[in-house]
Nanobody, 120 residues
Framework: DVQLVESGGGSAQAGGSLRLSCAPS????????MGWFRRSPGKNPSGVAF???????TYADSVKGRFSISRDSDKNMLYLQMNSLQPGDTAMYYC???????????????WGQGTQVTVS
């Protein structure tokens, strides 16, 4: 089974930084597209960023220039570096992976349990 475990969430002040990590297992990591999503209470998940199997990245307009997604194939990890955090970034953040779909829509087949980020 594919499993994704997020970590690194927490509280930060506006202008601060946090780094989220996602540890995937149960599949050939390098062949999957992987993304980060977030969901605020009462809202649908929205795509934050994704990285394709070839390393190419795409970001939502709301986080461009502030967030950076990366994957470390040696450590089998996915990261989201979040800088210049704003209160509007407060949400539950989820890691997602899929062998075929790659984009900012919530169409991935595999999801983690999420990690909370709160910015004040």
């Amino acid at each position: 089974d594919v499993q994704l475990v997020e970590s690194g969430g927490g509280s930060a002040q506006a202008g601060g930084s946090l780094r989220l990590s996602c540890a995937p297992s149960g599949y050939t990591y390098s062949s999957y597209c992987m993304g980060w999503f977030r969901r605020s209470p009462g809202k649908n998940p929205s795509g934050v960023a994704f990285v394709d199997s070839d390393g190419s990245t795409t970001y939502a307009d709301s986080v461009k220039g502030r967030f950076s997604i990366s994957r470390d194939s040696d450590k089998n990890m996915l990261y989201l570096q979040m800088n210049s955090l704003q209160p509007g970034d407060t949400a539950m953040y989820y890691c997602a992976a899929d062998p075929t779909y790659c984009g900012l829509q919530a169409l991935y087949n595999n999801w983690g349990q999420g990690t909370q980020v709160t910015v004040s």
